[in-house]
């Protein structure tokens, strides 16, 4: 009986646990909606997400630019990340000794571990001086940016396919051996096709750790909100543009960062759902 | 249950804490129950001057429990009003009163000055206003046109709705707009690390926090320090004014004795403001 007690208590404690962690999410969903709505009324949808000029002060609130900073920021980061990331994680699964397996690993996972502002310091006092000397200009840039984020999203990239690659039945690498094919051929034919929704799995982890990254960002991107006309143009990205103004924005400013936040979300929502359904396609193939 | 018997008490200790946490919080406190008289009066005005008066009001009130201050904003012109109409008791403005608003009782609380910074290798070292007006917005583009070598300027900018960029732009630009691809740094300590990084660059940071890493350019060939601001010869500079109605008496008049104390300019030095003595 007094099992069957602690066997409720249990359950309804670990419920309680998840309507929280619901609570939560729904709460900031709500608390964000409530506080951007407002601007989104005033501004007008189109006019704000489509909007080229922000500025806040002279109350033009277009976000486009940031949009745009965003998504090709995001895709820099993939173009550099996912590359690196499936390389190693094909290197550790398939190819790496053991001893060699035992280094890699935690040093990739170290990367982690590293606080993003860390990852933003470094890429103020190294990385944008030295695209200065190399490119010229002020070297806060979209390329800047693409390579930091692609570091700090490698560990996220590299565990997730190592462990899809692990996964891959070893029936299907030993019958394509049986069969006469080299290594590589194994990896590139059976193996990777494979595991293909793992990896893509693992590059819309690594988006949504991009896409959300702030701290790093702002240090190194230079923060200008106008879409970029190279890779070595700044630019501003959503989470930047709230980030960098909160502090002092009032009224309609911070209700407009507010939306700039509901955008964010949407945006998340829409490549998120797409790499999803790639997925679900690749799949079913 | 799971629980090892020795951590049962543990268990019922936290418990016992949460318990008594959730009611410190929640109860009244026993101090409301004796219902002080309150002495309340508003301050209204410049968002600029408004976040330094609501440190200053709060130190204040937690010395003198008998006082509540409210501080708004509402920006320089709506303190002007407000004091002149009387809603508020003290106006914040943060600059000088125009000659159709005179006439208020004016105390001025602080000067607000700005250096403009840029490379210690930088051999360009002074400056002048209308130089500066047209490097911000973007008219001079190039080190060469003021004396420096052939090297595109790199202007670093502070973001919509900080204090120091609107009081840059108000003293500085005569109504220009910035310079639109200007690197937006948001803070002043980024502003001089990004400075301190880049040879080509210039930025403006307030006075306070001015060091080493960065060379402070004279503007007309005055130096910005707490002397040229205060008698009003360094040029990038604005006074916080605290104006009312008609010469303050009672408790008001005590809160402003209490603003030119040795406590409240330490808060107006920690907040890099320099004080009027």
Redesign the interface.
């Known amino acids: 009986m007094n099992r069957q007690r602690?066997e409720v208590?249990a359950k309804t404690m670990l419920q309680t646990t998840a309507f929280f962690s619901i609570a939560a999410v729904l709460l900031i969903i709500v608390f964000v909606f409530c506080e951007g709505l407002p601007a989104l009324r005033e501004v007008g949808l189109l006019s704000f997400v489509f909007g080229g000029i922000?500025?806040?002060?002279q109350g033009q609130f277009g976000i486009w630019p940031m949009l745009v900073g965003s998504v090709y920021l995001t895709l820099g980061a993939i173009l550099i990340g996912v590359p690196f990331g499936v390389g190693c994680a094909i290197l550790l699964a398939e190819f790496a000794p053991q001893k060699l397996v035992r280094i890699i690993r935690p040093a990739v996972e170290l990367l982690a571990g590293i606080p993003s502002v860390i990852y933003g310091f470094f890429g103020?006092?190294i990385l944008?001086?030295l695209l200065?000397e190399l490119f010229?200009?002020?070297?806060?840039s979209l390329l800047a940016g693409s390579l930091i984020l692609g570091i700090m999203i490698l560990p996220t990239v590299m565990t997730v396919s190592e462990d899809a690659i692990r996964a891959v039945p070893k029936s299907y690498k030993m019958a394509s051996l049986a069969l006469g094919a080299t290594h590589w051929q194994t990896v590139y034919k059976v193996i990777l096709p494979a595991a293909k929704s793992g990896i893509i799995a693992a590059v819309v982890l690594g988006m949504g750790r991009a896409i959300g990254e702030t701290m790093a960002v702002?240090?190194i991107t230079?923060?200008?909100?106008?879409v970029p006309d190279s890779i070595l143009a700044?630019i501003?990205t959503l989470t930047g543009n709230i980030?960098?103004?909160m502090?002092?924005?009032?009224g309609l400013?911070q209700q407009a960062l507010f939306a700039t936040g509901i955008i964010l979300f949407m945006l998340i929502f829409v490549l998120t759902g797409l790499a999803n359904l790639v997925r679900w396609k690749g799949a079913k193939h | 249950?799971?629980i090892a018997p020795k951590y049962k008490p543990l268990i019922f200790l936290s418990l016992l804490l949460l318990v008594w946490g959730a009611v410190a919080i929640f109860a009244p406190g026993s101090n409301s129950a004796k219902k002080a008289q309150f002495i309340a009066f508003t301050a209204a005005g410049s968002?600029s001057v408004q976040p330094i008066v609501e440190m200053l009001a709060q130190e204040y009130m937690a010395a003198h429990r008998n006082i509540r201050i409210n501080v708004q904003?509402g920006g320089s012109s709506s303190g002007v009003k407000a004091a002149q109409t009387g809603t508020a008791e003290l106006g914040m403005a943060s600059r000088e009163l125009k000659e159709s608003e005179k006439g208020l009782w004016e105390f001025i609380l602080a000067y607000d000055g700005i250096a403009v910074v840029v490379h210690p290798t930088n051999t360009v070292s002074d400056l002048s206003l209308e130089q500066i007006e047209k490097i911000f917005s973007g008219e001079i583009s190039n080190w060469s046109q003021v004396g420096g070598p052939d090297a595109?300027i790199?202007v670093i900018n502070r973001?919509?709705?900080?204090?120091t960029r609107?009081a840059f732009e108000e003293i500085v630009l005569n109504g220009k707009?910035f310079v639109?691809?200007?690197?937006?740094?948001?803070s002043t300590g980024?502003v001089k690390?990004?400075v301190a990084?880049?040879p080509n660059?210039i930025g403006y940071v307030s006075l306070a926090s001015l060091d080493d890493l960065v060379k402070t350019l004279l503007i007309d060939q005055v130096a910005a320090t707490n002397d040229n601001i205060s008698n009003k010869t360094y040029p990038i500079a604005r006074p916080f004014i605290l104006m009312a109605k008609a010469k303050p008496t009672g408790a008001v008049a005590e809160f402003l004795a209490w603003l030119e104390s040795d406590e409240a300019t330490q808060i107006l030095i920690e907040e890099g403001l320099v004080p009027v003595k």
Do not use: C, K
Not at chain 1, 54 to 57: A, R, T, Y
């Open positions: 602690h208590l922000w500025q806040p002060m103020l006092m944008v001086p200065r010229g200009g002020t070297g806060f702002i240090m230079g923060n200008v909100p106008i700044p501003r980030a960098i103004e502090g002092y924005a009032a400013h | 249950m799971l968002t904003g595109a790199n973001e919509a709705g900080s204090g609107s707009n639109e691809d200007a690197i937006i740094q948001g980024s690390t990004s990084m880049d660059a």
